[in-house]
């Protein structure tokens, strides 16, 4: 199972980003992939989910209405798509695969990637 993040970057407050988790080696279709971020100094938490069977969703209130998550099935790639973008959506953001949502808890995920970094300067 392999999965690599893609797209962070450097952007001003009430901007955009969009970014890419690139997955491979399991049934997309058979499973969740989640988006967590992890700021400087704090606990990795959950931000998104989607089931790639049906594309529900789920969001944590921070970032509800600002932030979309999809998947490409066909592209075995699931989007993060960030608008109006805060100095505290700063961090290190992951993707990460699992058989259920399980509540975005860090310890229901399986596989991890990398992680990409976002920058919201203040």
């Known amino acids: 199972v392999q999965l690599v993040e893609s797209g962070g970057g450097l952007v001003q407050a009430g901007g955009s980003l969009r970014l890419s988790c690139s997955t491979s080696g399991f049934t997309f279709d058979e499973y969740v992939i989640a988006w967590f971020r992890q700021a400087p100094g704090k606990e990795r938490e959950g931000v998104a989910c989607i089931t790639n069977s049906d594309h529900s969703r789920v969001y944590v209130d921070p970032v509800k209405g600002r932030f979309t998550i999809s998947s490409n099935n066909a592209k075995n790639t699931v989007y993060l798509q960030m608008n109006v973008l805060k100095p505290e959506d700063t961090a290190v953001y992951y993707c990460?695969?699992?058989?259920?949502?399980?509540?975005?808890?860090?310890?229901?995920?399986?596989?991890w990637g990398k992680g990409t970094l976002v920058t919201v300067p203040s």
């Open positions: 990460a695969q699992s058989r259920a949502c399980f509540g975005l808890e860090y310890g229901g995920m399986d596989y």
